[in-house]
């Protein structure tokens, strides 16, 4: 199958430096029923999982902005507003900006994901009996159904996301002392609140046997719904190259030039390799560093190690996964903080990482927020610039401006319309009654 898609390409136009991977098919999606995917849209909608009921999963992850924020750092509990437009609320004013960029949502149930967030704190380890590694460990519950579920209980346990602050409620209580699973733990209470609700009781009841059998609902079962949702909503397999690699069509010249290039000379597919266009790997790529940082609160310094934070090895420092590229033109600002606003300038610093970092000027997008610590400390610091530029592996790569004009309209062309739509949109409400944002 593959060499008669590889066939039916070379016809029509020149082939790149290496093989194309294989298209997408059915099987490399996980099943869903249509009542739990429904149930899933509700739940990521609605401000109910958040401690003060004010911040719902779409807040940061909207299908208006691709299923970003369209923000370099996002702003959750303490921000009004959607997107761009989100700012602080003076009256009730955030801690400090979410310290990374909201990243896309496309394809996250693909089988061949095995890793997620840009340090990789949750990947496949089939040695564990929940089939994952998480930071959790042995306090990690069975009943997640799969890596993208587990996703999800980071955000409703974060302050800054969605818990909220210190004593605002009755989730941030349990969570700043550390009850977090079992009985009486936050995710305990997150459930609650959802089964009291008798549209979300009826609903579980109908999707899931053992809750229709008499089983309390559990964090676990919304996550699972939520998972479902994602990964149907916004699978995206539909773009002029997943057509291609199907051998059902082809790409305009300066895109095919690009696609060459892309398998070929400027060497993207190292890194982003697969059909996912991602290698699932950690690379240390020189990015920009601005926010808070993922530092504990207790640390004075606001770096992002990236995967040494979850492996502890000095060889991973300021190393970051792969992202996926499917609508990578839509997805912006770039960057794991968000550091680029524009793809051409993001491009054009991949291809020598440590001078980008070294030449760096800021143009991120930043709603205004005076927070504790100054957004471009890192960055005003000559000693951490070249910390993160020491630590960077890629090669230098040479293009002229006709070959990264042809590199961005390759990667236009991995934009699918359709799966930015997604398949049901948005709610027109939820059971909780609460605000849906559009």
Not at 147 to 175: C, R, W
Not at 280 to 307: I, Y
Not at 401 to 420: K, N, R, S, Y
């Amino acid at each position: 199958m593959r060499a008669m898609i590889a066939a039916a390409f070379l016809l029509a136009q020149p082939a790149p430096a290496a093989d194309l991977p294989p298209a997408f098919a059915d099987g490399d999606f996980p099943p869903v029923s249509a009542s739990e995917v429904q149930l899933g849209q509700s739940l990521f909608f609605d401000p109910i999982l958040s401690g003060n009921r004010n911040i719902a999963c779409a807040t940061c992850h909207h299908p208006r902005f691709a299923t970003g924020d369209g923000l370099s750092l996002g702003m959750g509990e303490g921000g009004i507003g959607l997107g761009p437009d989100r700012r602080a609320d003076p009256a009730d004013l955030p801690e400090q900006r979410i310290p990374r960029n909201a990243p896309a949502l496309f394809n996250l149930g693909a089988r061949q994901v095995t890793v997620l967030f840009d340090d990789g704190r949750i990947e496949a380890d089939p040695a564990r009996p929940t089939g994952f590694r998480t930071p959790l460990d042995d306090d990690m519950v069975a009943g997640f159904a799969s890596l993208l579920s587990a996703q999800t209980m980071f955000p409703v346990l974060s302050p800054d996301e969605m818990a909220g602050h210190y004593q605002e409620n009755d989730i941030s209580k349990l969570v700043r002392s550390g009850r977090l699973t079992g009985d009486g733990g936050a995710w305990q209470a997150i459930a609650a609140r959802v089964a009291a609700i008798p549209a979300y009781d009826a609903a579980f009841r109908a999707v899931y046997p053992e809750i229709a059998a008499g089983r309390p609902i559990r964090f676990t079962d919304i996550s699972n719904a939520i998972a479902a949702f994602m990964a149907f909503e916004w699978r995206a397999d539909r773009s002029p190259f997943d057509a291609v690699l199907r051998g059902q069509g082809t790409l305009p010249p300066a895109a095919a030039r690009g696609m060459e290039l892309f398998y070929g000379k400027a060497g993207c597919s190292g890194c982003h390799s697969g059909t996912l266009l991602s290698d699932m790997k950690f690379h240390a790529m020189g990015q920009p560093q601005l926010g808070p940082g993922k530092a504990e609160r207790f640390e004075s310094n606001q770096k992002d190690l990236g995967r040494m934070r979850v492996t502890g090895r000095p060889e991973d420092a300021y190393a970051f996964r792969t992202p996926p590229l499917r609508n990578v033109t839509k997805t912006g600002p770039w960057g794991h903080a968000g550091a680029y606003a524009d793809l051409g300038t993001f491009l054009r610093a991949h291809l020598d990482p440590a001078e980008a970092i070294a030449t760096y000027t800021p143009a991120a997008i930043l709603p205004p927020f005076q927070g504790a610590r100054p957004d471009w400390s890192v960055m005003e610091d000559p000693a951490l610039r070249a910390e993160i530029a020491a630590a960077v592996t890629a090669p230098k790569v040479t293009l002229d401006a006709t070959e990264i004009d042809d590199l961005l309209a390759f990667l236009d062309a991995l934009t699918d319309p359709a799966g930015i739509a997604g398949q049901l949109g948005i709610p027109d409400g939820v059971p909780s009654g609460l605000p849906v944002e559009r």
